[in-house]
């Protein structure tokens, strides 16, 4: 069955950098595009970053842009996401989710349990 | 930038009653590429529908999708206990950016 598990998560000081990890399993990693998802607390869902399945393409929303990196190990089954000049505003769950295509027009069909990333001094 | 819009922002229903939940969006997108998904407190969010009206694998088969353009709708057949959830659209058609909607809150009544 497919699994997705984040890792990483924590309290960091404004201005410092996080890494995320998700480790896929239980479906063939390689080809499916996968993003990044958050949610602050007690607000909605916020699409962050989204890879291709090589690792070639990425794409970010505005508010992470230059700060956030995301990418991929496909030897490992790994996807990551690099988070620097943490804002308090970057404050949330952060949920890696699988691309049910493989191309970008594709829904979300598998999530991780997500990590918490508070960002305060 | 597509912004969806969910309305009710919360509806209370009774278990065996019927739930309409509404998205609409500030302009079109290609294809219907619209999804639904539920999401209960403290798990990560389950895809319902995708492309406007298909279900995703093992959703029930009293959830159903409908719309088009700019308009459209999940439903709830008869509810059942475990649907008591937060429900957001999203599209998926001006990717490779993603929106949400602010989601909907079915509650009991």
């Known amino acids: 069955q497919v699994q997705l598990v984040e890792s990483g998560g924590g309290v960091v000081q404004p201005g410092r950098s996080l890494r995320l990890s998700c480790a896929a399993s239980g479906f063939t990693f390689s080809i499916y595009g996968m993003h990044w998802v958050r949610q602050a607390p007690g607000k909605g869902l916020e699409w962050v970053a989204v890879?291709?399945?090589?690792?070639?393409?990425?794409y970010y929303e505005d508010a992470v842009k230059g700060r956030f990196t995301i990418s991929r190990d496909n030897s490992k089954n790994t996807l990551s996401l690099q988070m620097n000049n943490l804002r308090a505003e970057d404050t949330a769950v952060y949920f890696c989710a699988k691309s049910r295509g493989g191309g970008y027009n594709s829904p979300f069909d598998y999530w991780g349990q997500g990590a918490l990333v508070t960002v305060s001094s | 930038e597509i912004v969806l819009t969910q309305s009710p922002g919360t509806l209370s229903l009774s278990p065996g009653e019927r739930a309409t939940l509404s998205c609409r969006a500030s302009?079109?997108?290609?294809?219907?590429?619209l999804a639904w998904y539920q999401q209960k407190p403290g798990l990560a969010p389950r895809l319902l529908i995708y492309g406007a009206s298909s279900r995703a694998t093992g959703i029930p088969d009293r959830f159903s999708g409908s719309g088009s353009g700019t308009d459209f709708t999940l439903t709830i057949s008869r509810l059942e206990p475990e649907d008591y959830a937060v429900y957001y659209c999203?599209?998926?058609?001006?990717?490779?950016?993603?929106?949400f909607g602010q989601g909907t809150k079915l509650e009991i009544k």
């Open positions: 999203q599209q998926y058609g001006s990717s490779p950016l993603y929106t």
């Open positions: 302009q079109s997108f290609s294809s219907n590429y």
């Open positions: 890879i291709s399945y090589d690792g070639i393409n990425k």
